[in-house]
């Protein structure tokens, strides 16, 4: 059999067809497929998306607050099958009773890739499934690096060792962004397979050449599109070293998404930096495309401590934009091979010298921005990452 992308349309839907079901469960997904402004609910439709287009039949599971399950076609071919969740105002281990009845009457052979990272329900479907013997893969769409259990360790550590890892181990495999993340699982002790499916764009998310911004203008524009959530993001690690940027270069920060509850205290240390009228706050913009939101600045900022692959950070690319990431976000294999930006420890001093040597390349900017934009439009189309994955699948359950 031909490996990865090199399968040809007939290999697809013979690998597509020894699958008579393949699930997606996320639990809060867009009942009607109409919006998705996350970059989890947009990675689970894409993946979807890519998979129907390789013949698969792909159904969407999630569960919300409302009157009656209800079942809905996708404009992307796949369905979604929305089942009723009593309201609950924190993470829950409790399914919707209509799903766990449906679960137990699924068709053999079914595969179900279930969504989430230190989730009760993920947890919660991991053991109903395996009960009923129906295989599953757990795909985290976050990297187990040690960062993550600094914030609130004496919740998640706990919960690692008492439910996750146990968890991980019993599954048919581990998706992640990024082989590099494999490491992490090792390091814990996870024995599962572990496959490696990154991001991809929508044909939407292309943005036309003409409608990036210049690139020539002051002060240079930095930005930053996503949850505004100070650890895991990075943005005090950012906003220091702005800091010590705008102190020799003329810069302009933006900090755009919904706030996570940290808003206010990313403000207090803008003013506390004396930047309160270089950096800007603002809400997220749905109505407008990632790409088409980045195109109108210069620099695009993804400085987390910890990072499953950023899709914000990939529309930057379509956009043509150059970029400063983190080492540990998927995507940033790709900004290093396509040199359409930097890599950058997450550290304050990290994050600085990147910045710094961004602005001493912008003669670069403009071949760099097109670099990104092609590697990308080349590498990480839905439909070829789902052809790859679909190999992978069909070697686990067979």
């Known amino acids: 059999m031909k490996s990865g992308v090199d399968l040809d349309r007939s290999d697809l839907f013979t690998i597509a067809g020894q699958f008579m079901n393949l699930y997606l469960y996320l639990r809060h997904f867009p009942p009607q497929g109409d919006r998705f402004n996350e970059g989890l609910t947009k990675a689970v439709h894409g993946l979807a998306s890519g998979l129907v287009e390789c013949g698969a039949s792909v159904t969407v599971l999630c569960e919300a607050s409302a009157t009656e399950t209800s079942v809905h076609q996708s404009a992307a071919g796949y369905k979604i099958h929305c089942f009723v969740q009593p309201i609950q105002h924190r993470p829950s281990f409790t399914l919707s009773p209509e799903l766990r009845q449906f679960l137990r009457q ?61 968890m991980l181990n019993r599954a048919r495999a581990v998706q992640v962004l990024d082989p590099r993340h494999e490491q992490w699982l090792r390091q814990l002790g996870v024995h599962s397979a572990v496959i490696a499916t990154p991001n991809g764009f929508a044909t939407e998310d292309v943005v036309v050449e003409a409608e990036a911004g210049a690139i020539d203008r002051d002060p240079v524009r930095l930005f930053f599109l996503g949850r505004i959530e100070t650890y895991n993001k990075g943005l005090d690690l950012l906003l220091d070293a702005f800091a010590q940027v705008k102190q ?91 040199d359409c930006g930097v890599v950058v420890q997450p550290t304050v001093e990290g994050i600085r010298q990147g910045i710094g040597e961004l602005l001493q390349r912008r003669s670069q900017w403009h071949a760099m921005g097109q670099r990104g934009r092609w590697y990308a439009l080349e590498h990480l189309q839905w439909d070829k990452i789902a052809a790859t994955a679909l190999k992978h699948y069909q070697q686990l359950v067979s």
């Open 106 to 166: 699924l068709d053999r052979p079914s595969l179900v890739i279930l969504n989430g990272i230190l989730h009760p329900s993920v947890y919660a479907m991991s053991r109903l499934l395996r009960r009923q013997k129906v295989p599953y893969i757990i795909a985290p769409h976050d990297p187990y690096n040690p960062a993550i259990f600094k914030k609130n360790a004496h919740l998640k550590l706990p919960y690692w060792y008492l439910l996750e890892k146990r």
């Open 248 to 338: 020799q270069h003329p810069v302009q920060l933006t900090l755009q998404g919904p706030d996570w509850g940290d808003r206010a205290t990313l403000e207090a240390q803008a003013a506390q930096l004396g930047m309160a009228e270089h950096v800007t706050f603002l809400p997220p913009d749905y109505d407008k495309s990632p790409a088409l939101l980045a195109a109108h600045h210069d620099i695009f900022c993804i400085p987390s401590r910890f990072e499953g692959f950023s899709m914000a950070a990939l529309e930057a690319m379509l956009a043509g934009r150059v970029l400063l990431v983190s080492e540990i976000a998927g995507i940033a294999p790709y900004v290093q091979a396509s």
